[in-house]
């Protein structure tokens, strides 16, 4: 075991002087960058004047209030990994009680400030027991949705104890001076953040770095688990550090609530927030001294621009772009800080087993369902008005692109805030080309791409770094789109008539809000169609193997990096679809018609309906957009505020998984009457048999028709080499100048303690990790630069230690996936429905099952089998992968004692059957003895022996890595892994 990166690094400790005087240094350099920059445009007459120095005074005490956000947001993130989209919210909620406790109830100013930053550290202490906690099972989307019910929730009740105490009313800091620098005031509440600020951080700094309980909240947010291990409460240490965020948040709030109007719900929504963010991804989402110095940067380049180009919208711009050159100049990390598929929970609707799924009245249930729907949309408009029709499209539209949210985000697992955004550049295409060329099908086609491209574009930062980094850009572009991109002249300016569809094949313009619903709900279908398409074929299992576990896919040959974007492209299109429909149905379109919230909107609506199914982004529409249409008064808007958080609370996967049982309840009812056990046999807990496996194996001639292109070379000829690879993680050298060759057809044990540098070895020369000197070399090539997806590619495939594989997807899916390798999907063919080759890989994946003795298993999602299973699992996809040379890490963990000597067998078998050359970390010494023809010993990150087994059995200094025990009495007590340094 490997532990995971150490989060947080930058606010422990580091030694050498150098070092810790290594950041101040950079930001003072950072400052007389912008100075002198500053004094560069001046000097070209691209700053209008000399910018007067209360300008960045205003700036710096502006970013202060960025800079402390910006803090929270870091906090917040080491502890859950998610965004906190609550977190303005928390401290506009404090400010308001202090408002309150202050005027109303007379207390004196700094003891009702200490009362507000404690009632908004318990509000978010509150936040992150009962809302994120509750969702800890289900993916991080899903809470980060659940704050933004929070934040909404929060606004409406500070507006509710205080709406009184606002901007001039709002009390000044007690005792502090105010005076004037040139033409700017600086009041007591800016001289607080000036001078406090610092102050407050500082003290949290010395808190979390010198207190107990700092120590355990840092221990806590690097590691959970091994932080539990050593005693630490971590779910008590994340409340810990919400609870330090929200007080920051409040500390913002009451110093700056007397410098705006009113304190409203846009003066914390996405603008701040992403301000605030911006700061934290600069100190990358890890350090609080560089977010807090980030945000005043940033505060003091918004001032400049504001000083210099009033009114331009150049703020959002500006942040957009350092946010994707902030992320673009991060180093790759390590992919450890992933959430591990916790998709399950959100499942809308468990696959059927397939014997259910071949019944004629189970099969027409969807298709019918479908057209039902369809069918009632198309009746509507002669039961409602035509205005009623108009709003109705408008609900057709935000579903399009709510579909493509299902798309990028159930599927794929990105969580993208933008989607509006995107929608508005399909539209202001779908305008150009329809005015400029008169066909609107041209013009609907290409909107779809451009929107598309546009959508690639914007992912692209986000590829390399993991984790929310999608939703930060996406967030950045929601922001910068309404307020200058769409108002530039050459976009829709001050607004413009979009026109009404007109010309073949729709005949006269569509101008009444009945003849364009019928056009929207065609839109509607077509993109329904393309979404289902890609979730029935090959590519919806790419995605999904990403988004379950993205080492593995890649272990698997799958091209990441390719399928995101594919995903963004036809997340993309199908948006722009949905912004053509959304303009054409208004009489005119302006930066106005696609406000940031639309873009949040939409996301909470497809969570909310249910983001793994295909209608969910429907479901959720009818409740966001069409309650409140019903004249039901405040319980509609009740219902869709407070009610999205609580249902989400109920049920993590949303809408569907309330009306999910509607469905089985008929699915049972059919299989009753055709005398079929809807629930068959519970077979989870009781685990393949290797023994039976490996005679299936040996029975069956496992060969699959198709080879992989390259060919082996023949038995004894050099296959891998790794020549003086070397790794080290800060101080930990993993792996020091480790060579070795492993010839064709041989079986290679790699034994070693723990802590050895095996699976490092393992992850060099499979590519999931750059070595930092030396080479690797397969079948003759230096692939030393190739990906994991690659190196797959060229038959060299790797097994995991935990066996994971992809936790949503069932066995026959997982087995199909690895198909992929000799039998790649086609993207284009899938998204149009062709499915070609889907029927032969169904077929070869059922064999395949059938010869591992897994046929029980083949609809059962791979977390719900057991280790042992799970392996066999692994094993059937290993086959289907065509490998040349297998690296197989610890394939006995997990299996029962008594199954490992058939394991050595089925190992055996394999080998013969697919003339495989093998390489085996294991820490069973008599099963790796027994099957390998060669052995290599590692510790402390070299190499200490290698020969046949009996040779590095006594070994002196093998004897002497094992803990100075002999290995020869590990092999004998049969406990080699318990006892081997377990
Ligand atoms: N990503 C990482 N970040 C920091 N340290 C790491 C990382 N990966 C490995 N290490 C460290 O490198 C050393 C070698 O670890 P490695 O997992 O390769 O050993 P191993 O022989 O496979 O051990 P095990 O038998 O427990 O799997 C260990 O000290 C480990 O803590």
Request: overall charge positive.
């Amino acid at each position: 075991m490997t532990p995971p990166e150490a989060a947080g690094d930058s606010v422990i400790s580091r030694p050498g002087l150098l070092r810790r005087a290594r950041k101040p240094f950079l930001q003072i350099l950072a400052f007389a960058a912008a100075v002198a920059l500053t004094k560069i445009l001046d000097g070209r007459g691209i700053i209008q004047a000399a910018t007067p120095f209360p300008v960045i005074l205003l700036g710096t005490i502006v970013g202060m209030t960025y800079g402390l956000l910006a803090v929270g947001i870091v906090l917040v993130y080491r502890s859950n990994r998610i965004i906190n989209f609550a977190h303005g919210q928390i401290g506009a909620f404090g400010a308001a009680f202090f408002g309150v406790a202050a005027v109303k109830w007379h207390i004196p100013y700094w003891i009702a400030f200490a009362m507000a930053l404690l009632v908004s550290a318990a509000t978010a202490a509150a936040a992150e027991t009962g809302v994120v906690r509750r969702l800890r099972s289900a993916p991080r989307i899903v809470s980060i949705v659940a704050t933004l019910g929070v934040g909404q929730f929060l606004v409406v009740l500070a507006t509710l104890i205080n709406s009184t105490a606002s901007g001039p009313l709002y009390p000044q800091p007690a005792w502090l001076p105010a005076f004037d620098v040139g033409g700017l005031r600086v009041t007591q509440a800016y001289s607080g953040m000036l001078f406090l600020s610092p102050l407050f951080v500082l003290a949290i700094v010395v808190f979390l770095k010198r207190s107990r309980f700092g120590l355990a909240v840092r221990a806590a947010a690097a590691n959970p688990e091994s932080a539990r291990m050593s005693g630490i409460f971590a779910s008590r240490m994340s409340t810990l550090a919400w609870a330090i965020a929200g007080a920051l948040s409040a500390f913002t709030a009451i110093l700056t609530a007397p410098t705006q109007g009113f304190v409203g719900a846009d003066s914390f929504g996405p603008g701040l927030l992403l301000r605030a963010l911006t700061a934290a991804v600069i100190g990358r989402m890890q350090s609080l001294p560089v977010a807090l110095a980030s945000g005043v940067g940033l505060g003091i380049v918004e001032q400049l621009l504001l000083w210099n180009y009033p009114q331009s919208g150049l703020v959002e711009v500006t942040m957009f772009l350092i946010i994707l050159v902030a992320l673009l100049v991060q180093r790759r990390r390590g992919g450890r800080d992933e959430e591990k598929g916790s998709w399950a929970a959100v499942q809308g609707l468990r696959a059927l087993p397939e014997k259910l799924q071949r019944l004629p009245a189970v099969r027409v249930m969807g298709p019918a369902f479908t057209i039902t729907s369809i069918a009632a949309l198309a009746i509507l408009p002669l039961f409602i008005s035509n205005s009623l029709s108009v709003t109705v499209t408008g609900i057709i539209a935000f579903s399009i692109v709510g579909l493509s949210i299902g798309v990028l985000t159930g599927l794929g697992g990105q969580l993208t805030l933008g989607q509006f955004a995107v929608a508005a550049i399909g539209a202001v295409i779908s305008f150009k080309v329809s005015t400029s060329s008169g066909s609107f099908l041209l013009a609907l086609l290409l909107a779809g791409l451009g929107a598309g491209l546009v959508s690639v574009v914007i992912g692209l930062p986000a590829l390399r770094l993991r984790g929310l980094m999608l939703t930060v850009t996406t967030l950045a572009f929601a922001l910068a789109a309404p307020v200058w991109l769409l108002t530039q002249p050459w976009m829709l300016g001050e607004g413009l008539d979009p026109g009404k569809p007109s010309g073949w094949p729709f005949g006269g313009p569509l101008e009444t809000g009945r003849d364009y619903y019928y056009f929207a709900l065609a839109l509607f279908v077509v993109a329904l169609v393309l979404a289902w398409n890609i979730r029935r074929s090959g590519f919806s299992r790419l995605l999904v193997a990403i988004r379950d576990n993205e080492e593995n896919a890649r272990a698997f040959a799958v091209r990441a990096s390719l399928v995101k974007l594919q995903g963004y492209l036809a997340g993309g299109f199908i948006a722009g679809i949905g912004g053509a429909t959304y303009a054409h149905s208004l009489s005119s379109i302006s930066a106005g018609s696609f406000p940031t919230s639309a873009s949040i909107d939409v996301v909470v609506m497809t969570v909310l309906g249910g983001v793994s199914v295909l209608i969910g982004p429907v479901l959720g529409a009818i409740w966001v957009l069409g309650l409140p249409l019903l004249d039901i008064g405040n319980i509609g808007l009740a219902a869709t505020k407070f009610g999205a958080l609580l249902l989400i609370l109920w049920k993590a996967g949303g809408l569907i998984q309330v009306v999910a049982p509607i469905r089985d309840w008929i699915v049972r009812f059919i299989a009753r009457r055709h005398g079929i056990d809807p629930e068959p046999s519970h077979v989870g807990d009781d685990p393949a048999d290797a023994a039976a496996t490996a005679q299936g194996v040996r029975t069956s001639g496992l060969r699959l028709s198709e080879r992989a292109a390259a060919s082996a070379p023949p038995a004894g000829t050099p296959l891998l080499q790794a020549r003086d690879l070397r790794k080290s993680f800060g101080g930990v050298h993993a792996v020091r100048g480790v060579s070795f060759e492993v010839r064709a057809g041989e079986t290679v044990g790699l034994i070693g303690p723990n802590g050895a540098g095996k699976t490092t070895t393992f992850e060099l020369l499979g590519g999931f990790t750059r070595p930092d000197t030396g080479q690797v070399f397969f079948n003759g090539e230096d692939v030393s630069k190739v990906g994991p997806e690659g190196r797959a590619q060229r038959g060299l495939i790797r097994s995991f230690q935990d066996a994971a594989l992809f936790p949503t997807m069932t066995v026959k899916e997982t087995v199909m996936l690895s198909l992929e390798r000799v039998q790649p999907t086609g993207f284009l063919t899938s998204t149009l429905g062709v499915m070609l080759g889907e029927r032969k890989k169904e077929r070869q994946a059922g064999a395949l099952i059938a010869a591992m003795g897994l046929d029980r298993y083949r609809d059962k999602p791979i977390q719900e089998l057991s280790t042992g299973t799970r392996r066999i699992t692994e094993i059937a996809c290993l086959v289907a992968l065509q490998p040349m040379c297998l690296l197989l890490d610890e394939p006995s963990s997990g299996v029962a004692q008594r199954e490992t000597e058939a394991l050595g067998q089925l190992l055996a078998e394999l080998k013969r059957e697919l003339d495989l050359t093998l390489v085996v970390i294991e820490h069973d010494i008599p099963l790796i003895m027994g099957i390998s023809d060669r052995i290599i010993a590692m510790a402390d990150g070299e190499l200490i022996a290698e020969g046949p087994p009996d040779v590095v059995r006594n070994h002196p200094r093998v004897v002497d890595a094992y803990l100075g025990g002999s290995i020869t009495a590990i092999e004998r007590s049969g406990t080699g892994a318990a006892s081997a340094g377990r």
